[in-house]
């Protein structure tokens, strides 16, 4: 099972932490763009346990995934 | 100068501190582009520090929202710019050091010139424009850029443009390559903000500017740095390099005075009228215009004329609703507005006149006032 935590406008969407399956990152964002449509429109940064990734990476039990919108207020 | 030993002896008596990192402070010269929230606590905490040569840009007037957060101003200075309230606070709070204000919005025309100046920058802005406006500015001047946003009550914190033991160095594009669409990532004019927050989130970043110019220990070079004040959940993330040479962005200065921000960031859109808020009153009441208000349904202040009331998460299913022939698309701070005005284009199509109100009901609001 991988960790999930969500920031900003992304925890209003996704709810609070919660566990889900995914062998890699791309699987985890498919499934969860299937289940939250409005995440397409969305940009996000993901990070896998505090490394933020550019490429598909492999998840193992454990993991923990954060996914990042930008904030822009002052 | 003589430096004032007695002003800065706590400080100085501390371990891995000393004379020597209090001269370095003394001799730095620091931009604040942005004296709000977050700009507040970092030039108090900096003024206080004893940063020699403090410079703050901003062209906002101080307003009564601003005072639950801004906390270098008091309710006398409303209506004042925040450049000046500001000097005169600051100044008295340490008149040996010396403040510059610059009472103008950043812009392409005057970055390069105002940034030039200084050696350290801080982000302390409100908006997607000025965020990559500076983040390419510093990238192409290679000034140390501290950067600092917030959404309702979390945080994000991290040091660009300074390289690390290994040579390697990050910056704003590589976390977000490309900005968000308008309307996407609400700011605190549209979602609200914890007083506290930017407070907390600016004490961070002078801590950095402090750490940065003594080197009294790492910074968070190549990180962000999150926090969520209600649960205290804090983070600290590696930022990998993009490869930004591919991107649509400027490398020099010749190309950085060519950009247009609002463009780049989606505020001004191609078809679509921007409504000046002092127009607003007459060009709503031409014969077939209709006002839709596409902020939530609880979001206040309300109209005081007739409108029609369709969030923007609803108006694609709700847009057969509209039958006039212009449309005035209006939210709270003109971001959402925009969004919604490209969807109605998009789904109305050419026979429609679709604008949006420029700066939002708070602008409109404001200009009313004054």
């Keep these: 099972m991988i960790k999930i935590i969500s920031f900003g406008r992304l925890k209003e969407i996704l709810g609070s932490d919660f566990e889900f399956e995914a062998q890699n990152s791309d699987e985890l964002l498919t499934q969860l763009n299937e289940k939250f449509p409005i995440l397409k429109d969305l940009k996000l940064r993901i990070a896998v346990n505090q490394t933020i990734i550019s490429e598909n990476t492999e998840l193992k039990n454990n993991d923990v995934v954060a996914l990042m919108p930008p904030y822009s207020g002052g | 100068m003589m430096l004032n030993l007695k002003r800065y002896d706590r400080q100085i008596k501390l371990q891995g501190f000393g004379i020597e990192a209090q001269e370095k402070l003394a001799s730095a010269k620091v931009l604040v582009i942005g004296a709000g929230g977050l700009g507040c606590p970092v030039l108090q905490y900096l003024t206080a520090a004893g940063i020699g040569n403090i410079g703050i840009v901003d062209d906002d007037r101080v307003s009564f929202s601003n005072l639950h957060r801004q906390i270098l101003y008091t309710t006398n200075d409303i209506g004042k710019l925040k450049t000046e309230a500001a000097f005169e606070r600051l100044g008295s709070m340490n008149p040996e050091i010396q403040i ?252 429609y006149n679709i604008s949006h109100l420029e700066g939002g009901i708070k602008q409109l609001n404001k200009e009313n006032n004054e």
């Design chain 2, 100 to 351: 510059n204000v610059i009472s103008e919005r950043i812009s392409i025309k005057n970055a390069i010139n105002i940034l030039s100046k200084y050696d350290l920058i801080l982000d302390c802005s409100d908006n997607f424009p000025t965020r990559y406006l500076l983040d390419d500015a510093c990238r192409i001047l290679k000034k140390p850029l501290i950067f600092g946003a917030i959404y309702q009550y979390e945080g994000q914190v991290a040091v660009f443009n300074v390289e690390d033991n290994k040579g390697f160095s990050t910056h704003y594009r590589d976390l977000f390559p490309q900005p968000p669409k308008p309307g996407e990532v609400l700011d605190c004019n549209d979602a609200g903000v914890l007083g506290v927050l930017p407070g907390i989130i600016g004490t961070l970043q002078a801590t950095e500017a402090i750490k940065l110019i003594t080197g009294i220990r790492e910074t968070l070079v190549n990180k962000l740095m999150t926090i969520n004040v209600l649960d205290y959940q804090t983070a600290i993330f590696e930022i990998p390099a993009e490869n930004l040479a591919d991107k649509n962005i400027p490398f020099l200065i010749t190309e950085f005075e060519n950009m247009n921000y609002e463009v780049h960031c989606g505020i001004k859109q191609i078809g679509i009228k921007n409504i000046p808020p002092a127009e607003f009153n007459s060009i709503s009441k031409l014969p077939e215009t209709i006002i839709i208000d596409v902020r939530e349904i609880d979001e206040y202040p309300k109209l005081e004329i007739p409108y029609l009331s369709i969030p923007l998460s609803q108006l694609r299913e709700n847009s057969t609703q509209i039958k006039h022939k212009n449309v005035i698309v209006v939210c709270q701070s003109g971001k959402r507005s925009i969004a919604g005005a490209q969807v109605l284009q998009e789904i109305l199509g050419s026979d």
